[in-house]
């Protein structure tokens, strides 16, 4: 970074949560559209944006690096952002805000010593803390009516740091982040699992070429040339295959078709003896996509997948604000439906309304578990059924309807829970799935429950 | 139809079970089943409590079958549930039980399925167990559950007879369950039977359950979903109703009956001897003890012992022979044998001091005949319940007490008693608003009572269901932990007859029964006790050089010291309503003693025989007894009964009781408070005494104050144990103030008291205290002189205690010059020098304490030249000088109390400068004492100790103190209510109240208080305080 | 006319097609022959007519339907799931008059993202049914879906290729068929 008027935007990712290191890596690519330049912390990053002609405003910023963040599966709103001329008093704005650095409490001597907080321990810097407050040196001030060679010569160099960072600003030389030219990904499994032929290998590596794709969409390269490196259980030296491209590829089923093409050709040509125990695709050369639209690519079936799902988000939201939650507080009129754990039948599903597609799982609760036959229709509110020997007489419109009874089976009773005041307490239903025989002689299955305190029979849905 | 359940779980399989295994079995023969089967989960928890409800039931057919079921390791959601035929196979169901827990974290017992094979095979017994596999839980999540039944390789293997449970539980598929069931009972040839697997005995109790499980899930209730039952058909049902659920299984009922009659096993088959073998083989247990009884005789009564004695004695040892308990006296005798030899001081205590034959063994130290004690207390032929006998040690030597006993008899011979900790209403209301998901957090039970519970907000429905469900989970157990001191020691291994589990504690272990299971199954139990009051007279003995007996007895100076109730650090007469109650009672004799230790306890309050008592001694009030015959039991407490012993003589003598009846009827008054009826032994008393011409009036007076001290009523032979340690300590305090300030010192923590307030009393009698010192101070606290004490390094926070003994060792070859040589000769880690530096232990080396600690930063970066010699490149003088107050406030921090003085001294002056305050400055505790009798007065001081008694119905009793003395205040409820926060966290109080005096002494009633620092600045409060 | 100049005659016809050509949805699960293609109406009447929706749709996992309902709802989902629908593919659509129905199956229809549009219990209004019908259709050809008419009355046969009477999920007794035959 060369001297001169520079300004520093910190981002502080927040203590509290944890960031895997490829999600900072993630991260770091996003970031990549702001500014060419970024030096990454610990849990913060500092973005140099003097050269950048179009500057967004600081809190429009934070807020589209909270919607990357999120797409990257981080949670980012505890996230804050400080400007300043130099790194060291960029992370201190963020973190004390303080307006007269001489106030600051003797915590921001570390912060600014060591602005990026590289090294992980902090024993030495509580104990140094303790000993300055048992010293009575309660802010910087202090610090300064002790004369300087004291602290030089206790303290050595880290004094003289602190010093220079505190006011004579930056002529420390940062060092920026690149993207990793080579990316990889690599998976691995155990013997057992022997992949013997090209299929079964591609299906391991398919998940791979996934990521990867992404990745490099995130930061707008192709792939010029792959590798394949793959581990055998037996310690001889690795088996790697070499696959280069005359058009640079970004899409996954082409580069899944070339796979599969180069895969089988090799098993053809020599076997594989003994099993494989680790696969890692590395791609050696990229090249910058084209300009204009960075997200233009040659494949078409990706990109119909990415244009249905912007159709699928945008149909979802015309319709929600159409026939969703209206502002009268009546319930939806469009609902999508997502089972729930609870032993009522009207509970055991809820509506909900998910923007994107794959985000509706089909069955909430991990824990698969195994229910009797629910019918397929439920009624809103159930009937009363009065029966008289084998006779069921359920009234539909004006006169009554004689149905014959079969059989009654799976009984199941459902109580609800005292605890559950206000949704479901005191209620108390055995089930039963009657086949009846309709006066016209048709077969039919009903779901009837007796309830326990009113001591009726209620038809509640049809099979 | 006749049904018998075959699997319950009480509440004692933690947070499964939702009722109480004595409920179950009441619900059970209230139902008509036939039997029960306790399977609880890991262990035998409940049994003796069930054991006891049948006794009490007294229904003949029923049958409690022992059981309990175990988890497997490897193969989650499969466990097994076995049940106990025989004596031979419940034996090794404990030995099982007992490998389950070994090695694993507590409450998670659990075996691989190696081990349940090996087990079930190997342990003699074993095979006989009966095996039901529950294989149903896993039913819910996939269809081939049978599969994994089918191919779990022990069924194979094991020849135990193979049982396969069926449940309906009404949710739909017990059609699909019955069908797998049959095909499963065909390729194992295993006969179905009906298992309910009861959770809990009423329908009712589902929600407790409910409320259990979302505990043991740690999610609120409403994220519980699947994991909460659908409905309550884990509820015990009766003959018929199971008659009805099996309709087409009419077979799988009447197996139950079949194992009913299979597993004959019942708890009164238990029974176990004392460890014998050490005693000298020509001699029987009964012969040893009489020949250890002859010896001892002749060491308590040098010059012969009187008739009186030898017939106690004869008496004793015949009731003994009787009961056949000689070998558990011996064991007694054998382990304070042991401790004498070791130098150890110990002391019997409790109902032990009745016994003359204690009294000879010297297991007790107070002679029963001289005392007039009455032995039926202890032993008595009708109670039928075994002696329960206490021994204190000295708490820092009890560990070796008990490393003894585990080596002499063997872990296998030798375990603890356990103590189930229950829910109390703190715990339980946490726990119940987070299952009801309350925003809980880390608030304290209080808060969350005050803010979560009666916020508005909160729907009125759902507060009542909170409250309901608290009220009902207090007394559920929580987990299984130490009993004090209880040790059970048997002649044969002990994990035949219960399961032993690890302690949390390090090297320890305890059977899953607490003493009430143990004196209902009638086992014997030995209680090894710490108290730290006899490490310090330990101490004391071993500064003055003198031997306990060699203390006089009744020494004027003594008891005037404790007329004048400055009794700070002495045993049992230091807390705050000792103190008020010492100038009113002005004890002058050992009885008296004995009177003021059992005087000041709820019981003698509550059936106020206090005033009585007073009034009486000081001869405000005649002395009346109606009858010559109640003289010499009612004469040495002026016509009071105060002591249960007393009840029960004038039982005996007056309304014709037997011994042993005396002591069911002291049983009965404890449960005549609780069931408030009088009780069949209550009107036999009362017609006696009319019987014997008292006059009702007085007979009422005497019921009045009996009810009172049933329960928290001392027994004679107890307080008298205690006042022998209180006179020795009050004799020591009184001639000795600097060795018993040393010694109490040395033997921290124990007592009423936080050090800096002992050591301010001490300074107030004369007594000089250095500060710590590197050149002078030992570990332990030291004398320098007749009434100068230096205090030891171990009072240093922070200081490691190999770096004090290697900083002594280095001094010890030459005394310490200067901070380079104590650096460069004793290896003192950094840590260590910094905690030394910060309490000013350099200061006989002439370093002031912040150069001190400024030195040691040098240290840290290793600046100083290589020749050692430290480079002197900066006048520490610079360093912001240190004010007193500060020093003193450094002091606290750095050791918890301070040789300069006492921080009120520093903080008047403060005072004195702040306007609104400066008029109430000067007046001291010392002074305030002098007022007359309702004076309004204002008055700063340290808040040093809180209590209130449950007995007191809301009043507090708080303790201020500063350089002059301690001055004691009653808050009554409404002024406790207002300034709780205060008084709890804040250090310093300015005290707003009225004075009462009753002769010598004083107290403050309290109008309000404020926190001196609301104002002025004080960084740090000083720690040490007793808050309680 | 025999059975082979018959297959012939519509050999023919299909040949002469409008040029557009139009993508096949499914075939019909019963009897297999019949091929759907996109913007045909098939009208479902009988007491189990829901019951034979879903196991249509069982058969076409990567299909997705838009269940549009006149009153309030009256499917319970968790049935759907045993039955092994997934329930991330259909939308639920209730109390809905039918012109609003009419005017959201456009909409869906122009997101060419169903394949199935289900009308349950929606009385098309008489005036201009064929109006409505016809746009429906273009719109389903376009979109390349197929409409369903769930309801216990035919209501108008402009546009049905199919009516079917269903007493059970598999017991299905078809009324009408227009333009190709079951094979």
Redesign the interface.
């Known amino acids: 970074m060369k001297h001169g008027t520079q300004e520093w935007w910190c981002l502080d990712l927040g203590s509290s949560s944890e960031i895997t290191v490829q999600d900072f890596e993630r991260l770091l690519e996003s970031l990549l559209r702001f500014t060419p330049d970024l030096v990454p912390g610990n849990k913060r990053v500092f973005l140099e944006m003097s050269r950048i002609p179009v500057r967004p405003r600081p809190d429009h910023f934070l807020k589209r690096v909270q919607v990357l963040a999120r797409r990257i599966g981080l949670d980012a709103s505890s996230w804050r952002y400080g400007i300043a001329d130099t790194i060291p008093k960029a992370w201190v704005q963020t973190r004390w805000r303080a307006l007269e650095a001489r106030l600051l409490p003797v915590e921001a001597y570390f912060d600014y010593i060591d602005p990026l907080h590289h090294f992980e321990c902090n024993r030495p810097e509580r ?1 140094r803390l303790a ?1 300055f407050r ?3 040196m309660k802010n910087l001030e202090y610090l300064f009516t ?2 300087k ?2 602290w030089l ?4 160099e880290e004094f003289d740091t602190f010093l220079e960072h505190f006011e004579f600003g930056d002529r420390f030389v940062w060092k920026t982040w690149k993207p990793s030219e080579t990316l990889s990904e690599e998976t691995r499994w155990n013997a057992e699992e022997w992949v013997s032929d090209a299929e079964g290998l591609l299906f391991r590596l398919k998940p791979l070429v996934d990521r990867l794709c992404s990745r490099l969409y995130s930061i707008g390269r192709a792939i010029r040339k792959l590798e394949l490196v793959l581990k055998l259980d037996r310690p001889v030296p690795d088996r790697k295959i070499e696959l280069g491209f005359a058009f640079p590829q970004t899409s996954r089923p082409l580069l899944l078709k070339l796979l599969r093409e180069k895969l089988s050709h090799e098993m053809s040509r020599h076997p594989l003896s003994d099993p494989i125990v680790e696969a890692r695709i590395e791609i050696r050369e990229t090249e910058r996509r084209p300009a204009g639209t960075a997200r233009f690519s040659f494949s078409a079936e990706e990109e119909r997948s990415e244009e249905e799902r912007e159709r699928w988000i945008e149909l979802i939201s015309y319709l929600g604000s159409k026939y969703g939650e209206s502002s009268d507080g009546e319930t939806p009129r469009a609902f999508q439906a997502e089972l ?4 009522l039948p009207e509970r055991a599903w809820k509506k909900t309304w998910y923007a994107e597609p794959e985000l509706v799982s089909s069955s909430a ?1 991990p ?6 036959a629910r019918p397929i229709v439920l009624l809103q509110h159930p009937e009363t059924l009065n029966r008289t020997g084998p006779w069921l007489r359920r009234k539909s419109g004006a006169f009554e309807e004689r149905y014959r009874i079969c059989s009654f ?7 609800g ?6 949704d479901t ?1 005191g209620f108390e239903r ?2 039963f799935r009657v086949s009846v025989e309709s006066p016209q002689g048709k077969p039919e299955e009903w779901w009837v429950y007796r309830d326990e305190l009113l001591g009726k029979l209620m038809l509640h849905g049809l099979y | 139809m006749d049904y018998t359940e075959l699997k319950s779980w009480s509440y004692y399989s933690f947070l499964r079970g939702a009722s109480p295994p004595a409920e179950l079995i009441r619900t059970a023969v209230r139902l008509g089943l036939r039997g029960l089967a306790l399977t609880d989960v890991g262990g035998v928890y409940g049994l003796p409590k069930a054991y006891q409800a049948l006794r009490e039931a007294g229904v003949p057919d029923f049958r409690l079958i022992s059981g309990s079921e175990i988890l497997l390791k490897d193969a989650p959601g499969l466990s097994i549930s076995l049940l106990a035929p025989n004596r031979l196979a419940y034996g090794a169901m404990c030995r099982l039980l007992t490998r389950s827990h070994a090695g694993e974290a507590k409450g998670t017992g659990a075996l691989s399925t190696q081990e349940l094979v090996r087990g079930l095979s190997e342990i003699p017994g074993g095979s006989e167990l009966l095996l039901f596999p529950e294989w149903q839980e896993r ?5 081939d559950a049978s599969r994994l039944l089918l191919d779990w390789e022990p069924l194979r293997v094991l020849q135990n007879p193979l049982y396969l449970p069926l449940r309906r539980s ?6 699909e369950r019955s069908a797998c069931a049959r095909q499963l009972s065909q390729e194992l040839g295993a006969p179905i039977t009906a298992v309910q697997g009861v959770c809990f005995a009423e329908r ?1 109790d ?2 407790l359950q ?2 259990l499980t979302s505990v043991r899930e740690g999610a609120p ?2 994220e ?3 994991r ?1 039952a ?4 884990r509820v015990l049902k009766s003959g018929a109703e199971m008659a009805r659920l099996f309709s087409d299984l009419p077979d799988a009922l009447t197996r139950t009956m079949e194992v009913r009659e299979r597993c004959a096993f019942s708890l009164s088959e238990l029974r176990y001897r004392y460890p014998n073998e050490w005693i000298p083989k020509p001699h029987s247990a009964e012969s040893w003890l009489r020949t250890l009884c002859e010896a001892g005789i002749k060491e308590r009564y040098p010059e012969g012992e009187s008739p009186a004695v030898r017939k106690q004695l004869e008496h004793e040892l015949k009731l003994i022979r009787e009961l056949s308990y000689a070998d558990y006296f011996l064991t007694v005798q054998d382990i304070v044998d042991f401790a004498k030899k070791r130098g150890i001081l110990c002391q019997g205590r409790g109902s032990a001091a009745n016994s003359v034959v204690c009294f000879v063994l010297g297991i007790t130290a107070i002679d029963p005949v001289r005392m007039n004690l009455l032995f039926e207390r202890f032993i008595s032929a009708e109670r039928g319940e075994p002696p329960d006998i206490d021994v204190d040690f000295e708490h820092e030597r009890r560990e070796e007490v008990i490393q003894y006993l585990y080596q002499k008899y063997g872990r296998d011979r030798a375990a603890m008693v356990s103590a189930v900790v229950t829910y109390r209403s703190r715990s339980a209301i946490r726990e119940v608003a987070k ?2 998901s309350l925003p809980v957090g880390t608030l304290s039970a209080r808060k969350v009572q005050n803010e979560l519970i009666q916020s508005p907000d909160l ?1 009125e ?2 507060r009542e ?1 909170i409250l309901e ?1 608290v009220e009902r989970l207090e007394g559920f157990p929580r987990h299984l932990s130490i009993h004090s001191g209880g040790f059970t020691l048997s002649s044969e291994p002990l994990d035949t007859l219960v399961p032993i589990e690890p302690a949390t504690m390090e090297g320890r272990t305890i059977i899953q029964w607490d003493k009430y299971d143990l004196d209902i199954l009638g086992l014997l139990k030995i209680d090894v006790l710490a108290l730290g009051m006899l490490t310090a007279i330990q101490k004391c003995l071993e500064f003055t050089g003198r031997k306990l007996h060699q203390i006089p007895a009744e020494d004027r100076a003594t008891y005037d010291m404790i007329c004048r109730a400055d009794t700070i650090g002495v045993f049992q007469i230091e807390s705050r309503a000792q103190m008020s109650m010492l100038p009113r009672l002005r004890p002058r004799t050992f009885y008296d003693l004995v009177v003021e230790v059992a005087l000041v306890r709820p019981g003698p309050i509550v059936g106020n025989m206090v005033h009585p008592y007073l009034k009486r001694r000081r001869g405000e009030e005649p002395v009346w007894l109606p009858d010559p015959r109640l003289v010499p039991i009612l004469g040495r407490t002026y016509g009071v009964p105060i002591f249960q012993e007393q009840v029960m003589r004038m039982a005996v003598t007056l309304a014709g009781f037997t011994p042993g009846e005396a002591d069911r009827l002291r049983k009965a008054i404890g449960a005549w408070r609780a069931e408030g009826s009088i009780g069949e032994m209550g009107r036999k008393l009362q017609a006696g005494l009319r019987r014997a011409g008292i006059p009702d009036a007085f007979a009422a007076r005497i019921f009045e104050q009996i009810q009172g001290f049933s329960e928290y009523g001392f027994p004679e032979s107890h307080a008298a144990s205690f006042a022998l340690l209180t006179y020795v300590s009050s004799y020591f305090k009184c001639h000795h103030p600097a060795e018993f300030l040393c010694a109490l010192l040395n033997s921290q923590p124990m007592g009423f008291y936080s050090p800096h307030s002992l050591v301010d009393d001490a300074k107030r009698h004369g007594v000089e205290v250095l500060p710590v010192s590197v050149t002078e101070s030992e570990w332990d606290s030291t004398l320098d002189g007749v009434k100068t004490l230096r205090l030891g390094l171990r009072f240093v926070k922070g200081l490691s205690e190999a770096g004090a003994r290697s900083l002594i060792e280095a001094r010890r070859k030459r005394a310490f010059l200067s901070f380079q040589d104590v650096v460069n000769r004793s290896d003192l880690g950094l840590k260590d020098l ?1 905690a030394l530096a ?1 309490s000013d232990a350099f200061a006989s080396l002439g370093i002031s304490l ?1 150069e001190a ?2 030195r ?3 240290l840290h ?1 290793g ?1 100083f030249s290589q020749e050692g010699v430290q480079v002197e ?2 006048p520490s003088t ?3 000088r ?1 004010s007193a107050e500060e020093a003193v406030i ?1 002091d606290y921090d750095a050791t918890g109390l301070s040789a300069r003085g006492h921080p009120m001294k520093f903080l008047r002056d403060r005072l004195r400068r702040h306007p609104r305050l400066r008029r109430h400055a000067n007046l001291t505790t010392a002074e305030a004492k002098t007022f007359r009798h309702g004076t309004e007065i204002t008055i700063p001081g340290l808040s040093v100790v809180l209590q209130r008694p449950p007995t007191a119905k809301g009043t507090a009793f708080a303790t201020i103190e500063d350089e002059s003395g301690i001055l004691d205040l009653i808050l009554h409820r409404e002024v406790f209510e207002k300034c709780r926060d205060t008084i709890r966290d804040e250090a310093f109080l300015l005290v707003r109240g009225v004075l009462q005096r009753d002769r010598e002494a004083v107290q403050v009633v309290v109008k309000g208080i404020a926190p001196i620092f609301s104002d002025l600045e004080l960084p740090v409060a000083p720690g040490a305080h007793a808050r309680r | 006319m025999s059975r082979p100049e018959l297959k012939a005659l519509k050999a023919l016809i299909e040949d002469h097609a409008p040029a557009r050509a139009r993508k096949s949805v499914g075939t019909l699960s019963v009897g297999g022959g019949l091929t759907l293609h996109a913007g045909e109406g098939i009208e479902v009447l009988g007491p189990a007519r829901r019951a034979w929706m879903t196991a249509f749709l069982r058969q076409h996992p990567a299909l997705r339907a838009a269940w549009v309902q006149g009153e309030a709802n009256r499917l319970c989902p968790p049935a759907l799931e045993q039955q092994g629908v997934a329930l991330s593919r259909i939308l639920f659509f209730e109390r809905l008059s039918p012109g609003e129905g009419i005017e959201l199956a456009l909409q869906l229809l122009r997101s060419a993202l169903f394949g199935a549009i289900i009308f349950d219990g929606m009385a098309l209004p008489f005036a201009g049914r064929e109006a409505q019908m016809r746009k429906l259709q273009l719109g389903a050809e376009d979109g390349g879906a197929l409409l369903f008419f769930l309801s216990d009355r035919s209501q108008s046969s402009f546009g049905i290729r199919v009516r079917m009477e269903a007493e059970g999920a598999d017991a299905v007794e078809f009324t009408r068929v227009k333009g190709g035959t079951l094979t």
């Open positions: 104990e000993c048992s010293l009575g002790v004369p060679t004291a010569v206790r303290f050595g729930t754990e609870h032993a609760n824990v698969k578990r195994i229910e009797p089976q799976q009984e199941e009773r459902i109580e829970y005292e605890w559950d005041v206000e307490g055995t089930y | 039913f819910f999540q996939e269809r009404l949710d739909g598929l017990d059609a009712k589902r929600l409910d409320v209730l409403k519980l979903g699947f909460l659908r409905n309550s058909e299952a009801f729907p429905k759902k269901k469900v910094r910060r912040r600690l400024f040691v930063l040098t970066d600046l490149l900066f610079l360093l912001p240190m450094q």
